[in-house]
């Protein structure tokens, strides 16, 4: 009898035992199982729906209201007057160098057209390829010098003028090319003669842009002083303050005013008159443009210099000539 409970409480315990473990097995089995929550996310889903069909619906109140707006009447912007830069050029050992960075200044400055002149019976394919790599909106010509107003080897540089040829060679192409356009003579821009070997802020563009006939500012490093400039009172040019002959009728520096393009076009016979006595080059030109009075001072009433009259210092080449004079010259191919 005992022997039978025995065994009767040994299958009991062994039956749970395999329930139990067979509950483990289904158990694990259900984990990671996707689980089928539909009724639970019908709800879920009704929302999603809905707030999708709102949102088509603004979409479209939102393409009504666009295809029924007025035009924007405001008008747009105006084009920033260009400024035309004419740079006379000639071949020399530094020639490259000082155009590289000059085309670089430029590069910084919005709506600008680079009209080069070379002094050279043709145009210099050192110069056509510079012209071409720099980025700019440019012209390149080219207009020698004639011999008698050449400089000579070992010449004072203040001897004769020079690039008189060039400036007026680039103040014909573009009259020329300008009246070709919509606009003829009442076309808006500015006109600036900027020596190659010069330094220009980048400031000097921006004020000269809104020139009406002539603007003016001070030049730094110019006629053996610190500046030269045009001294103003009460808003007007009075005189200026120069150290050389401040009696002629525009005692300024090239580099140190700009013409409006309007004013260039309806004078077409304002030019540069190389036969003028040394000094006198810039009066000139501007003396049948513009009276002292109607000038108009730039750069905080001329009391800031923003360019100056910097020169190239002239390489000395003499271990050059000598490894030259031994056949072991530099490569004459490398351009400089």
């Known amino acids: 009898m005992a022997m039978r409970m025995k065994l009767k409480l040994k299958t009991v315990f062994v ?180 020596d190659d070997d010069n330094t220009y802020s980048l400031q000097i563009f921006e004020e000269m842009r809104s020139t009406q006939r002539v603007s003016v500012w001070p030049v730094g490093l110019v006629g053996g002083m610190k500046y030269e400039r045009p001294v103003v009172e009460g808003g007007k040019v009075v005189r200026f303050h120069t150290g050389w002959r401040p009696s002629r009728p525009f005692p300024m520096d090239m580099a140190g005013f700009a013409v409006s393009l309007k004013l260039v076009l309806t004078n077409p016979e304002a030019c540069f008159d190389g036969e003028a006595p040394m000094g006198f080059l810039e009066s000139s030109f501007l003396q049948g443009l513009v009276t002292m009075d109607e000038l108009e001072p730039k750069a905080d009433n001329c009391s800031k210099v923003l360019v100056w009259h910097t020169r190239t210092e002239k390489p000395k080449m003499k271990r050059e000539e000598a490894l030259q004079a031994q056949g072991m010259g530099s490569d004459p191919g490398v351009e400089v």
């Open 15 to 194: 039956l749970y035992f395999m329930v139990s473990l067979l509950g483990l097995i289904y158990a694990l089995m259900q984990l990671g199982q996707r689980c089928d929550c539909t009724e639970h996310d019908m709800p879920k889903d009704r929302t999603i729906s809905r707030l999708r069909g709102e949102l088509h619906h603004l979409q479209e109140q939102i393409k009504k209201l666009e295809a029924t707006k007025p035009p924007n009447r405001q008008q747009a912007k105006p084009l920033l007057p260009t400024i035309f830069v004419i740079t006379p050029t000639y071949a020399r050992l530094v020639q490259k160098a000082d155009l590289t960075r000059l085309s670089q200044t430029f590069l910084h400055v919005p709506q600008l057209h680079w009209i080069v002149v070379e002094d050279c019976p043709h145009k210099t394919q050192l110069v056509t390829d510079l012209l071409v790599k720099s980025g700019l909106t440019y012209t390149h010509l080219h207009m020698p010098t004639s011999k008698d107003r050449k400089l000579q080897e070992g010449d004072p540089s203040w001897l004769k003028p020079r690039g008189v040829e060039q400036r007026n060679e680039g103040l014909r192409w573009l009259r020329e090319d300008r009246r070709a356009q919509p606009g003829g003579d009442d076309q808006q821009g500015v006109v600036y003669f900027a």
